[in-house]
Structures are given as C-alpha cells and as structure tokens.
C-alpha cells in the first residue's frame, strides 16, 4: 500500500512569505541548457535538466530546506547551491512559483529556473562533483558555522 500524497495549494510569494514561525521552506532550482545533440545518435534532445539523486533515492532539483530565521529564500538557496554546485547564484527573477502542504508536515516549496548554456551546465555539473560537500546529506541550513566560509571567487 504506497502513501497518500498530500494535497498541494499554489500560493504567491508574497503569500508564502506572510507564512508564521511553524511553516518550513524548501527552495529547488531548475538548471536546463538547449541542447542541440542526438541520444544514440538518432533521438533530439532539446534540452538538458541538472538533476540530483535525493537522500531518499529519487531524482530531483537541487536545492534544500531554507531556515528563514537566518536567510532570505534566495540567500539559502545559494548557500544550498554554492556548497553543492560552485558559484551560480540565483535571484529574485529567477523565482517561478510556490506551493504549500498542510499535511503532518506544513511546508512550502518554491521553485527556481534559470536557463544557461550547455558549456555553462556542464560546468556547473563538473563543479558539484568536485564540491567539498559532494555526497553528504544536509537537510536544514542554520546560521553559518565554522568551517562554512563561501568561497573567495564565489563572494560577492
């Protein structure tokens, strides 16, 4: 017998951001690249997406659970991405949509894209594999600890 999924509602940011103490965000983004090659040389692809094995053995977007106390949804996002995907940087604009669930767990998720090029995605995944973090489950982000300075090339 597989779970019931529980109920999702779209909300707008603004909606989200009104959202008290008890709720918790996790924030994903969408990499995608126009990708004009052939898969076993007859097959288009139109496009490649950035996808991560999650802890749990699924696929999904990279990103993670943003602790609004200490960051903005756009600063723990990059943090999420800087330690796991080098220096892109995500903004506002690249905001797409939220959506809450108010089952046993009350959480909001958002969702980011941005298109780059394929040199820029391919780069974006060499550096994820070569990240410090590369591998190790972090769920929650807190204020920044020890040991967690970004990085000198990836600071603004």
Known sequence: MSAAVPELKQIS????????????????????AANPGQLFGRIPMRFSVLMQMRFDGLLGFPGGFVDRRFWSLEDGLNRVLGLGLGCLRLTEADYLSSHLTEGPHRVVAHLYARQLTLEQLHAVEISAVHSRDHGLEYGLQAAPRDGLEVPAECAE
């Open 13 to 32: 940011r603004v909606e989200a951001m009104r959202l008290g103490p008890g709720w918790s965000h996790s924030c994903h983004a969408m990499l995608y």
